[in-house]
């Protein structure tokens, strides 16, 4: 624009506020042509990068490469930092799935890190407490019996003992550091912590833990957690026995007894995580990868596959057609992992029949082009509809190619919100998505894992590796079909396929959907006609999750992106200038 227009926008500004300004001058600030419209750039570097949804984090990962660690040494690092600067979101007292990329071999290596219910969580002790569902008689919340095993700490150990260089003590530096000393609590941070504050100011431990001079951190305020630097100290010193076993395992069965737990010394130091095989699907070309259940990774797998029925290029990015299909297709593929997916230690999950092409053609013609479906039904192969979307997802990649896909959470705010006196940290509610109908894949019984939201993700295509993730409950499944046709489809980079706008339906019925305001008023017009219940939320949303990612091209070069909708960012290595050499 020249002088003359500067200074009448400038006069806009001040008589008709700035939605006017942009309506008015939409034609001259539109982008030029073959210009781009994502609003951050990616990272790139020939060394690692670790992308986290904290900076702090992301730094304490990139600090570790930095000094000689791997991206397994990083992830752990960065992951122990957000358990102290994103509280509501992980730490200790939650579950963890990851993800692992050898470079070196091409091999991928799945981690399940997810809890089991205590061995004395039967359906009979249920129906003695009146938990049971029975006609004419209210449900009755689980409460305590939603807490099992927390998995963190012992995936952890588990992907350090496999692939790690470095011992805890060096890997919770950061984190003991900010406990100890304090950092500002970011902005949207303060945000959800402030949003948890009427629903756990009661729980037992929560407001001496979190909730300092009585209220919840403010934006910029310093938060400290000592105890829970002590609890990252004894872990350092004795690995997962400073967990599961002795002086901070008695601490957590003495209080979980207080509560009403079934929980027991050997609950804890009997559990395993497990390392599992990926499944994975094919996309126009590239291969996707999830894990297995018990998680939900393997209705982003169905979804893809009844996608890859039309042709969403050809459709156009968030257009009428495309959306209607995605939304149709995230109904069909949820209904069957509703009905299909729990533990496959004590069910039988008919894993390859959901992942077929045929399974897939059969379900994409139950889709209408012209009506939203509000009441689908499962597959005939042979509900759980509670939300919470509390979760950390990062990535991290080294010098070498080695990529970590890492998903971490304590299920809804700040998981049980309830924190056992000299542990600071709260206990996660993940049993609250088993259900308590008899004889169902997920049903609730002893020492059995839930079915999961959680899912880390990684895509490959030749010599190109991406490692992705993006959180939020049961919008993950959805998010990360979305993501894999914004880079398939239409060809985006990984941070513009992390920044598009997104859609979500949170619910497992009905035809609700929400979607954020920047796709087009046109389309949801249309989509509504077809039947579609739109709700519009912000441009940026948390409830469309925030997701990271990382790739490398084959080439030696490395990229990574941040979601906007989070506080984090993507932060590389820096060179070898202070001694250390790799």
């Known amino acids: 624009m020249n002088k003359l227009m500067v200074f009448k926008k400038h006069m806009l500004v001040l008589t008709m506020g700035a939605a006017a300004v942009s309506a008015a001058f939409a034609q001259d600030d539109a982008p030029a042509a073959g210009g781009r419209e994502q609003a951050r750039s990616m990272v790139m570097t020939k060394f690692g990068i670790v992308s986290t949804s904290q900076t702090l984090a992301s730094q304490a990962g990139a600090r570790v490469l930095e000094e000689g660690g791997n991206a397994i040494d990083a992830a752990i690092a960065a992951n122990a930092t957000l358990g102290v600067v994103e509280p509501a979101m992980n730490g200790m007292g939650g579950d963890l799935f990851a993800i692992v990329y050898e470079a070196k071999t091409g091999k991928l290596y799945g981690l399940n890190s997810s809890g089991w219910t205590p061995a004395g969580l039967t359906m009979d002790l249920l129906d003695k407490e009146g938990y049971l569902p029975k006609p004419g008689v209210k449900e009755k919340p689980l409460g305590v ?12 150990q588990a992907l350090r003992d496999k692939f790690g260089t470095m011992n805890f003590d060096k890997l919770f530096g950061a984190a003991i550091y900010y406990a100890e000393n304090g950092y500002p609590v970011t902005e949207l941070i303060s945000e959800e912590w402030h949003s ?9 431990g929560f407001a001496e833990t979190y909730m300092p001079g009585g209220h919840t951190p403010k934006p910029g305020e310093i938060f400290k957690n000592p105890v829970l630097a002590a609890s990252l100290k004894l872990v350092a010193a004795k690995s997962r026995d400073g967990f599961y076993k002795g002086e901070m395992a008695q601490k957590l069965v003495s209080f979980l007894h207080e509560q009403g737990s ?6 804890l ?11 994975s699907t094919t996309y126009h070309g590239w291969k996707i990868w999830e894990l297995p259940p018990n998680s939900q990774g393997i209705a982003a797998l169905e979804m893809l596959n009844i996608m890859e029925r039309y042709p969403m290029a050809e459709y156009g990015h968030n257009s009428t057609k495309a959306l209607h299909v995605m939304v149709e297709a995230k109904k069909l593929a949820y209904q069957d992992l509703l009905k299909y997916v729990g533990d496959p ?25 012209d009506k939203a479906n509000c009441d689908p039904l499962p597959a005939d192969l042979t509900e759980r509809t509670r939300t919470g979307n509390d979760t950390i997802y990062m990535s991290a990649i080294d010098r070498d190619g080695n ?48 079915l999961h939201t959680i899912i880390p993700a990684f895509m490959e295509k030749d010599s190109t590796k991406i490692g992705f993730g993006i959180m939020g409950g049961w919008n993950q499944a959805q998010a990360h079909a979305q993501y894999v046709s914004n880079i398939v489809d239409y060809g985006m980079n990984i941070q513009a396929a992390m920044e ?15 979607m954020e305001s920047r796709i087009s008023a046109k389309t949801r017009d249309e989509l509504t006609a077809m039947g579609h219940k739109i709700r519009v939320v912000g441009a940026y949303s948390g409830a469309m999750g925030r997701g990271q ?28 200038l202070f001694g250390v050499k790799r």
């Open 345 to 369: 230690r004590q069910a039988k999950i008919p894993v390859p029949a959901m992942l077929s092409k045929e399974l897939a053609t059969a379900r994409a013609d139950a889709i209408r082009a």
């Open 403 to 450: 990529i970590v896909s890492l998903i971490q959470s304590n299920y809804s705010a700040f998981g049980t919100g309830m924190v056992a006196p000299g542990t600071g940290f709260a206990l996660h509610n993940r049993g609250g998505l088993f259900t308590l109908k008899a004889g169902e894949p997920n049903t609730i019984g002893p020492r059995k894992r839930p």
């Open 269 to 279: 130091a009997e559990f395993q995580p497990e390392w599992v095989e990926p499944i």
């Open 262 to 267: 079934a929980m027991t010394l050997a609950d």
């Open 549 to 576: 990612v990382v790739e490398s091209d084959g080439d030696g070069v490395h990229f990574a992106g941040s979601d906007p909708r989070a506080d984090g960012e993507a932060v590389p290595q820096g060179p070898p």
């Open 145 to 156: 019996h939603r807490v099992t095993v927390p998995g963190a700490v012992a995936g952890w």
């Open 196 to 204: 948890s504050e009427r629903g756990k100011a009661t729980t037992p």
């Open 500 to 514: 598009a706008a997104r859609f979500t339906k949170s619910s497992f019925g009905g035809c609700d959907v929400q």
